[in-house]
């Protein structure tokens, strides 16, 4: 039995999307509401076949040593347009069908996108988070809304991200000299330990192993269901 399925009236239209995401954020928790954490996991979606198929990819690692326990990767077809700020509609049913496939669940979710610094305060990270109940961060690597004041060039350096006269997230330095990364709560979490998280998940890279396992899987060439099979030699 699937854990996690879509809501009855999950929204077909941008309209009623962006309802449910005004409605979903009343009940966005930022404060700590955080397990032992064991294991994190990255999120990360990718699209094939003319970008008519999503592919999911869940990277759930060890905590703290970051070591890969478990991959999942799902596929389904594409039924939400690609519209800036509505990205979890598009994205969510197939990375539920990729949690689904998980023998254990993580204990805390690390996506690909914006989780509090959204324009209408639900990114993918709160959506993703309601719906499972899981705690789960934002780690987006563009700013979707707000404002920040430089940031230092140290790794560690961060500045509040601003938006309407409210702190949404953080401009956060991983790696001394690379672009920054821009982190915030997605649910049951709040800005301080979502960025000790995200730091404690980078080591070489600016980008946090959990991202990197997770874009490395959504990135691999398609499976043969979604692309027409070798022919096999005769030896």
Not at 42 to 67: E, H, W
Not at 144 to 159: C, I
Request: proline share 10%; hydrophobic share 40%.
């Amino acid at each position: 039995m699937p854990r996690f399925s879509l809501p009855e009236n999950w929204p077909t239209t941008p309209t009623a999307a962006r309802a449910w995401q005004r409605q979903l954020a009343q009940q966005v928790r930022t404060d700590d509401d955080l397990p032992v954490i064991h294991t994190v996991a990255g999120v990360d979606v990718g699209f094939v076949a003319q970008n008519q198929i999503a592919r999911a990819a869940i990277a759930v690692l060890s905590y703290p040593d970051l070591r890969l326990q478990e991959p999942s990767v799902a596929y389904l077809p594409v039924t939400f347009p690609y519209i800036p700020g509505l990205l979890s509609f598009r994205e969510i049913p197939v990375i539920l069908a990729a949690l689904n496939q998980l023998q254990r669940l993580p204990d805390l979710l690390l996506c690909d996108g914006q989780g509090y610094a959204h324009p209408r305060r639900c990114g993918i990270a709160c959506h993703l988070g309601l719906l499972t109940d899981l705690p789960a961060i934002g780690v987006a690597k563009s700013r979707l809304v707000g404002y920040h004041a430089p940031v230092g060039e140290q790794r560690g350096d961060w500045q509040p991200l601003i938006d309407r006269g409210e702190t949404i997230g953080a401009a956060l330095r991983t790696r001394p000299g690379t672009h920054l990364l821009y982190i915030s709560p997605g649910h049951r979490i709040g800005l301080a330990t979502s960025i000790r998280y995200v730091l404690n998940c980078t080591r070489r890279y600016r980008l946090p192993e959990t991202t990197r396992f997770a874009h490395k899987l959504a990135s691999a060439p398609p499976l043969p269901l979604f692309a027409p099979e070798p022919e096999s030699k005769v030896l």
